[in-house]
């Protein structure tokens, strides 16, 4: 099950609509980071419920941000060999990702509630990530992969 911001129906990543990346880390990357977010998501909810222990959704978003380093580097790295054009807007992206994600660690070690937080991630969080591998990377492997990038929406 993927993470579902608000208004907008499953599934929203159906992978099998994608085309993948020629480089097979990178596809691994993006399964294992939807997997987090969306374990984020669950120990989140369930913090609100129980109204408590935030400390597994404090686990995943830590585990979250670490991915997200380990993929965005790689994922750089990989486009800018190619002299992938867009790749400029491409890091500012992926910084705001991660400057999201840092943003939810901190909220989550200090005082607001979990509940505050679970709304800011289905506003942003799911939204910023959906948007971007369906959207951006798909752009970037469609150009790896040698095809035309899909006409402007
Ligand atoms: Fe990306
Ligand atoms: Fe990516």
Same mark, same amino acid.
């Given at each position: %099950?993927?993470? =579902?911001?608000?208004?907008?129906?499953?599934?929203?990543?159906?992978?099998? !609509? %994608?085309?993948?990346?020629?480089?097979?880390?990178?596809? =691994?990357?993006?399964? $294992?980071?939807?997997?987090?977010?969306? /374990?984020?998501?669950?120990?989140?909810? =369930?913090?609100?419920?129980?109204?408590?222990?935030?400390?597994?959704? /404090?686990?995943?978003?830590?585990?979250? $941000?670490? +991915?997200?380093?380990?993929?965005? /580097? =790689? $994922?750089?790295?990989?486009? +800018?060999?190619?002299?992938?054009? +867009?790749?400029?807007? @491409?890091?500012? *992206?992926? /910084?705001?990702?991660?400057?999201?994600?840092? +943003?939810?660690?901190?909220?989550?070690?200090?005082?607001?509630?979990?509940? !505050?937080?679970?709304?800011?991630? $289905?506003?942003?969080?799911?939204?910023?990530?959906?948007? @971007?591998?369906?959207?951006? !990377?798909? *752009? *970037? *492997?469609?150009?790896?992969?040698?095809?035309?990038?899909?006409?402007?929406?």
């Amino acid at each position: %099950m993927f993470l =579902r911001p608000k208004g907008v129906p499953v599934p929203l990543i159906d992978e099998s !609509d %994608m085309v993948p990346y020629p480089d097979g880390a990178l596809n =691994r990357d993006h399964r $294992e980071l939807i997997a987090t977010v969306n /374990r984020f998501y669950s120990c989140l909810c =369930r913090a609100v419920a129980d109204d408590g222990d935030a400390t597994p959704a /404090r686990v995943q978003i830590g585990q979250l $941000e670490r +991915q997200c380093a380990i993929h965005f /580097r =790689r $994922e750089e790295g990989y486009l +800018q060999r190619l002299g992938y054009p +867009q790749l400029t807007q @491409h890091r500012i *992206a992926h /910084r705001r990702f991660e400057g999201l994600v840092h +943003q939810f660690k901190v909220a989550l070690t200090g005082n607001t509630a979990p509940a !505050d937080i679970l709304r800011l991630v $289905e506003e942003n969080l799911s939204v910023l990530l959906i948007q @971007h591998i369906n959207e951006a !990377d798909q *752009a *970037a *492997a469609l150009f790896a992969a040698g095809l035309p990038a899909p006409p402007d929406p």
